[in-house]
């Protein structure tokens, strides 16, 4: 048995296999292209975290500072003066 195809059956035949080619090219893209995003994602978490953990530390040693000033003003302030 001979299979008898037409000039349109193989257009529309190419038409299909290179939709699905385009198709699976764009998906493989995009999930590249997700899995950088990822990494891009999580890189900048940590670099906010430890962003977050500095300014922490200044401002608890500027709280500190602050605290000692006050000690010290309280000290040498006369009792009953305000």
Not at 30 to 46: G, H, T, V
Not at 52 to 69: G, H
Request: glycine share 4%; aromatic share 8%; with cysteine.
């Amino acid at each position: 048995m001979r299979f008898r195809f037409t000039i349109r059956d193989l257009l529309w035949l190419t038409l299909v296999v290179g939709m699905g080619l385009a198709w699976w090219a764009d998906h493989r893209q995009q999930s590249i292209n997700y899995a950088k995003w990822m990494l891009d994602l999580e890189e900048c978490r940590e670099q906010g975290i430890e962003r977050m953990i500095s300014e922490a530390n200044d401002l608890r040693e500027q709280v500190t500072a602050l605290e000692e000033k006050l000690r010290r003003a309280a000290k040498e302030s006369p009792p009953g003066a305000e």
